[in-house]
């Protein structure tokens, strides 16, 4: 694995661009424009960022838009937005086999070995492992790492669906049975704004109306980690200092709509459509 280190957060506007070309057919079948490998396989390469300063102000707007206390001790999901612009650069790179926009960011996986605080500086490295079949097309796993002075003390796993014909067996359905709800929330349409903006993750299909008719949602849909972050704001003051929370993204949340969450102590939690029941999110923590 060659590992490429970086001297600053690669910045997110070529980088969206980028994945705006390469979502446009057209333009993908221009000769000389196309430089997607011929088969299906992972960059062997890790992007490394060192001395990863967080920003308070950034910090507390991240806090507002999810629903966690002020505090300079970082959620858990907060070094996830650090990470992006690194996993954006990867995923954008012409050796990367699937374009960006239209990928399906369907669980995710975060493991915390203590509190962190925002006068840390991270080291942070992210890279793509382990394609494999999934019952819908193909999966892959952006693996994301912080250290303190060499020492790993976060990890997060993203697990990314390429929509395709399909291959791999298809799962056992499962019949969903919602918990009784311990809290119904009212979701803004503005959430999609807003979490774009402290994230900066802005793939059209959350902000822009429009951008979602273009991938076959009515309006826009809520990001998935928003999702998971509102989830475990509702939990904080709760929440061991060393644990792993793992989430399955299941069907997305309309903006604006209402969803309701449920949670069991110690053990699992979920938003579901209050109406029919439906999961939205179903997360474990270990």
């Known amino acids: 694995m060659s590992i490429i280190e970086l001297d600053g957060p690669p910045e997110l506007g070529p980088i969206y661009r980028r994945a705006a070309i390469r979502a446009l057919p057209r333009i993908g079948l221009m000769p ?10 992972l960059p062997d390469v890790e992007l490394v960022l060192r001395g990863v300063a967080v920003s308070r102000s950034h910090l507390a707007d991240y806090d507002r838009v999810c629903g966690f206390r002020l505090s300079d001790q970082l959620p858990v999901t907060f070094p996830h937005v650090l990470a992006t612009p690194l996993a954006m650069r990867l995923m954008t790179g012409a050796d990367f086999p699937y374009p960006v926009v239209g990928l399906v960011h369907i669980a995710n996986r975060i493991s ?72 119904t929330w009212r979701v ?75 949670a069991t102590p110690g053990e699992t939690f979920a938003l579901h459509d209050p109406k029919t029941g439906a999961p939205h999110l179903i997360g474990t923590m270990s």
């Open 32 to 41: 000389g424009t196309d430089r997607r490998p011929p088969i299906e396989v």
């Open 112 to 183: 915390v070995t203590r509190p962190l605080d925002a006068a840390e500086r991270l080291d942070l490295s992210v890279r793509a492992v382990d394609l494999r079949p999934h019952e819908r097309g193909r999966q892959f796993d952006v693996v994301s790492v912080a250290t303190v002075d060499g020492v790993e003390v976060w990890r997060d796993v993203s697990t990314y669906l390429r929509r395709g014909r399909a291959s791999g067996a298809p799962g056992a359905a499962a019949r969903d049975v919602p918990p009784p709800a311990s809290a």
């Open 188 to 262: 803004p349409a503005r959430v999609g704004v807003d979490y774009a903006r402290v994230s900066g993750d802005r793939n059209p299909i959350h902000t822009s109306r429009l951008g979602a008719r273009l991938f076959g949602f009515p309006r826009p849909i809520a990001h998935g980690m928003w999702s998971k972050a509102r989830c475990l704001a509702a939990l904080d003051g709760r929440l061991p200092d060393a644990y792993t929370v793992e989430v399955a993204f299941k069907r997305p949340i309309l903006l604006p709509g209402t969803v309701a969450f449920s």
